[in-house]
């Protein structure tokens, strides 16, 4: 048997994944018992199936929502990871709050993320693609078992299939190897609307 030319095994994974878990260790998927490093698992696992096995790629797909959701900063991840990382790490954090604190509007922020992803690396919109998709899957698994699932959101429905449709667009741009996520998103987006525009039909006749 010859021997494998990429070890299984990856230094720089298993430091991103034990920097996550410790981070997002008191987190929970919205309105639910289901712990955050769930999420990070699940994008990695898509990048992966969608042929992406860059160990830095996978770390920065599980490092991506750290620091815009825990109190790690750039210069923590500094010490222990590449540029290449924080780069992507970077790309993909939205600013939720402004320089005083609040809590910036749901619109603007979406639309500065929406531009912030257009100039983005491959990777960073590869993460990006993979993370839509599986908070798509997860919406729509979600609404198998609840239809009023879109309550625990921020936004409505109809905004927030808006600032899918629109990430996915500004994430794949031309790039060949990132169609495969970007159509996959698109197929359960267009789920998701049927799925709404359903219900919401429903309820009109019931009305």
Known sequence: MGMMATPLYSVVIEKALR????????????????????????????????????DELIAAAILHDIVEDTDVTVADLEQSFSPAIIAAVVAATEEKEDGSGAQRPWRVRKEEHLEQIRLASHAARA???????????????????????FSKFNAPPADLLWYYREMVTAASGADSDLQILSSECRQMIHRIEEFVSHQAAGAAASA
């Open 19 to 54: 920097l996550a878990a410790i981070a997002h260790y008191s987190q929970f998927r919205k309105a639910s018992n289901i712990p955050y490093v769930s999420h990070l698992a699940g994008v990695a696992l898509i990048l992966q199936r969608a042929g992406f096995a860059d």
């Open 127 to 149: 993460i990006t693609l993979a993370d839509k998709l599986h908070n798509l899957g997860a919406t729509w698994f979600d609404l198998q078992e609840n239809p009023q699932a």
